[in-house]
Structure formats: structure tokens, C-alpha cells
């Protein structure tokens, strides 16, 4: 009889925590803390395999004028994208109105969990480029800060040559032993996809969509309309074929999409990039780059949530006021998603500028659980098209060679 993968494995845990979420939920409750073993297990293994990841990605190549190239090529992509998903969830919420009938009610203003939430200036998405520490970055899981430093760290490198070859050495050795602890923590996945599928459910997850399906529904048309119109078209130029793009993306996608949580889809999908034979100098730099800046799912999500709360308010935008909208959510979603709570900042803040209730909040995180698991599926989905269209417009050699079962792989980790 055949073996299970690794991906049949995900599934099974999938189904099993929702059977056990609707049969008993009170025991499906208690699974919290091993749904967060896997996920701490996940982001302990972020902040060092970036750090190796990408300063071997950069001084390794020792051509800071092709590196400065494909930075450049890369924001330039990101910023294009973005974009894009930004337009495509402001016209399809200005096209399905999913606000109208909607009623807000301002009793849910002081249910919401924001805390001591602000309006996000720009200043202050500015000043959470740079961290106070290399050290603090990485206890916070602060990708972005991370990226900056290490992307300074690896120029340094590049620059000095032989003298920084022992911390170039140690930071390829770091990498390829975060890889090979990845191994080990992939297969916990189907533990803490279980769990944490058992926990939505038990808390009312299928349950969620109610009066505000039609929220719900726009934003799944938004992200279906992307995804056919933007990221398909960018994947057939990358000229990458149809079965290694799966091979590629089917255990990221599967534990981003179950545990809703973009982060645990980095360490395996950086690894399959490069044990597919995309170059380290392509995988280390743009992959780490996009959990910062390419966030495409959560990009458009922002104007809908924005939108729908007009209309349920009974605001009719202008054309003006549309378009301020528009370029202030340019700029602030770009740097902001590796800012805590980054979605709802930008919200709060675009709400604030157009005079809009803040009630409308409550009602976007009362089916929160039914739209993030596709957002996060869509953030994937861009994070997996961006190397391989970066690497195309660099003219490096494009992943072709299969990939190895998982089975094969953590044998070998294991000898």
C-alpha cells in the first residue's frame, strides 16, 4: 500500500479537526496549546533562517550592481502588484455593494479589541522600518526589521569581501540547518493543522457568514478575479510548469491556509524554491522580501472593508474622496503588513480620514474566520509567483528538476 505524504497527512488533519470541532466542541477547545506548539515551532525557525538565508543570498554573490538590479526589479513588482489587488478590491466592492442593508450598531464600538489602536501615520510605518536591535527584531518575529538589517549585514559583506567570508560561511550553514529543522517541524503540521481547524469550528467558524454574507462573497470574488487576472497571467509568463508550481506550493498553501498564517509557509516554501533549482540569490532575497511588501490578499481586502462600512453607514463617497482613498491606501499598505494587527491599523486610520463609524469594525471581525483563511491563501499564492517571475525577468535558470518526496527527505535528515 502506498505511503502517505506529507500533503494527505495535512488533509486528514484538516477533516479530523472539523469533525471533531462540530462533534465535541468542548474538547475541541482544548486543543489551543498544540495548535501554538506548531505554530511557535514554526516562527522559532523565521528569524534564523532569514538571517541565513538572506546575507548568503546577498555577499554571496559578491555583484552588489546585480543585487542593487534585482532589489530594484523587485519593489518595482511588488508596488505594480499591490497595486493591483488594491484596484481590484476597491471596483468590486464599489460593484457588489456588500454594505447596503447593513445595519451599524454603535453598542459594538466599545466590543472591539483594538486596545490603544491609532490612526498609522506614515512617520510612524517609517520608524518601524529600523529596529532597536538585531536581538529584539528577532524575539518579536518582526520580518521586516529583519530583512532591513540583514540586507545591510549582507552589502557590508559583499563589500568587504575575505575578512567577512567566516560570517558569510556561518550564515550558509545557518540556512541549511534551518532547512534541515524544518524537516522535523513539517512533520508536526498535521497535529497543529488538526487543532487549530478543531478550535475555528468548535468557536462557530462554519457558522459565520450569516447576514453579512455578501461582505463575505465580495471579498471571494475579489480575490478570484486577482488571482484569474493578475497572478495566472504572471505565472504562465514565469513559464514554470503546471505539476512543479503544485509540487512547490501544496504544503505552504495547505498549512498558510489551515492555520491562517502566512509565516508558517515561509521556511517550507523557501525550501522547496531552492531544492527545486531556483538560485539562492533569487529565494533568499525576493521570498523574505514579499512576507514584507507583498501581502497581496490582505492588500485588497483593506478598501473593501473600508467601502463596506460607508455604505452600511450610508456614506456615498465622492469621486475625489474615492481617489484620496485610493493613494493614501498606496502608500500605507505597502510597508505596513509587517506591523502588528497592520490591516486593522490602516483601516482604523482610512476610516478615521473619511469620518466613517468605527462600529464597522465589530462587524468585520464577526466573520473574520470565514475571509482570512482565502486572504491568507491568496498572500501565498503571490509569494509563490514572485521568485519565479523575478527569476525569469533575471534571466536565471527557472526551477525543472522534481522534487523529492517528503518521506525521502526527512529519511535523509535523519541518517
Known amino acids: ?19 471533531a470541532g462540530l462533534l465535541a466542541p468542548n474538547v475541541a ?6 495548535g501554538n506548539i506548531f505554530l511557535r515551532a514554526v516562527k522559532a525557525i523565521m528569524a534564523p533562517l532569514i538571517f541565513g538565508a538572506l546575507i548568503s543570498a546577498i555577499a554571496g554573490t559578491g555583484d552588489l550592481k546585480a543585487m542593487g538590479r534585482l532589489g530594484l526589479r523587485t519593489f518595482v513588482y511588488f508596488w505594480i502588484v499591490t ?3 488594491l484596484a481590484c478590491g476597491m471596483l468590486t466592492a464599489l460593484a457588489m455593494k456588500p454594505g447596503l442593508g447593513v445595519m451599524l450598531t454603535a453598542a459594538k464600538t466599545n466590543d472591539l479589541p483594538l486596545g490603544n489602536v491609532t490612526p498609522m501615520s506614515f ?29 545591510a549585514l549582507g552589502v557590508a559583506c559583499a563589500t568587504l569581501g575575505e575578512p567577512a567570508r567566516p560570517l558569510v560561511s556561518f550564515a550558509e550553514a545557518l540556512a541549511q540547518a534551518m532547512f534541515r529543522v524544518t524537516h522535523y517541524v513539517m512533520w508536526l503540521a498535521p497535529l497543529g493543522v488538526a487543532a487549530a481547524v478543531a478550535v475555528t469550528v ?52 495547505l498549512l498558510a491556509v489551515t492555520t491562517t498564517s502566512s509565516g508558517v509557509a515561509l521556511p517550507p516554501l523557501l525550501e522547496n524554491l531552492e531544492r527545486a533549482g531556483l538560485s ?42 474615492l481617489a484620496l482613498l485610493f493613494v493614501t491606501l498606496m502608500i500605507t499598505s505597502k510597508g505596513a503588513p509587517a506591523v502588528p494587527r497592520s490591516s486593522l491599523l490602516i483601516i482604523v486610520g482610512a476610516l478615521n480620514s473619511l469620518h466613517l463609524p468605527l462600529e464597522g469594525v465589530a462587524l468585520l471581525l464577526s466573520v473574520e474566520v470565514a475571509m482570512d483563511p482565502v486572504r ?35 529519511w535523509e535528515a535523519m541518517q
Open 1 to 19: 500500500m502506498k505511503k502517505i505524504n506529507l500533503t494527505g497527512w495535512i488533509i486528514l488533519g484538516m477533516v479530523c479537526g472539523i469533525a
Open 29 to 34: 477547545r482544548e486543543l489551543t496549546p498544540l
Open 83 to 85: 497595486t493591483l489587488a
Open 202 to 253: 468548535a468557536n462557530g467558524g462554519l457558522g459565520a457568514l450569516g447576514a453579512l454574507g455578501k461582505l463575505v462573497m465580495t471579498l471571494y470574488v475579489a480575490l478570484a478575479l486577482f488571482t484569474l487576472l493578475v497572478l495566472l497571467p504572471l505565472f504562465l509568463w514565469s513559464r514554470v510548469s503546471w505539476r512543479q508550481f503544485y509540487q512547490l506550493m501544496r504544503e505552504p498553501f
Open 123 to 151: 512617520g510612524a510605518m517609517l520608524e518601524q522600518v529600523i529596529p532597536n536591535s538585531l536581538i529584539d527584531a528577532m524575539a518579536r518575529g518582526d520580518v521586516l526589521q529583519i530583512v532591513v538589517f540583514c540586507t
Open 280 to 321: 539562492k540569490r533569487i529565494s533568499g532575497f525576493v521570498l523574505p522580501a514579499c512576507f514584507c511588501f507583498n501581502l497581496t490578499g490582505t492588500t485588497l481586502y483593506i478598501p473593501i472593508a473600508v467601502l463596506f462600512t460607508a455604505q452600511a453607514a450610508g456614506v456615498t463617497l465622492s469621486v475625489k474622496q
Open 376 to 410: 491568507t491563501g491568496v498572500n501565498i499564492l503571490g509569494h509563490g509567483v514572485a521568485p519565479l517571475v523575478i527569476a525569469r525577468w533575471e534571466s536565471e535558470p527557472l526551477p525543472a528538476a522534481p522534487l523529492l518526496q517528503d518521506e525521502q527527505l526527512v
